[in-house]
Nanobody, 120 residues
Framework: QVRLVESGGGLVQAGGSLRLSCAAS????????MAWYRQAPGKQRDLVAT???????NYVDSVKGRFTISRDNAKNTVYLQMNSLKPEDTAVYHC??????????????WGQGTLVTVSS
């Protein structure tokens, strides 16, 4: 099994910044692409940003120029630096990771989520 644990959420005023972290642990051979999703109250879970194992990144239009996704492959950790936060960024943020187990089983894992609240 692969376990993802997020941290770094909290309450921040509009215009402020937060940095989320998500660390992967378990008996995996390799972590592939990693991503951040978010789910606002009463809404579906939406993709925010992705990063490949080689570092290629993609962002949803609403966060381009404000959010930066990065990863530390040695630590099996993905980060999301969030700047110029807006009230509409309020959501539970979940990380996701594709992996290959030592048994060569392929799958993906989800973290439990961390709450980000942006006050106006």
């Amino acid at each position: 099994q692969v376990r993802l644990v997020e941290s770094g959420g909290g309450l921040v005023q509009a215009g402020g910044s937060l940095r989320l972290s998500c660390a992967a642990s378990g008996s995996f051979l390799r972590i592939n692409a990693m991503a951040w999703y978010r789910q606002a109250p009463g809404k579906q879970r939406d993709l925010v940003a992705t990063i490949s194992s080689g570092g290629e990144t993609n962002y949803v239009d609403s966060v381009k120029g404000r959010f930066t996704i990065s990863r530390d492959n040695a630590k099996n950790t993905v980060y999301l630096q969030m700047n110029s936060l807006k009230p509409e960024d309020t959501a539970v943020y979940h990380c996701n990771a594709g992996y290959i187990m030592r048994t060569f089983l392929i799958g993906d894992a989800w973290g439990q989520g961390t709450l980000v609240t942006v006050s106006s």
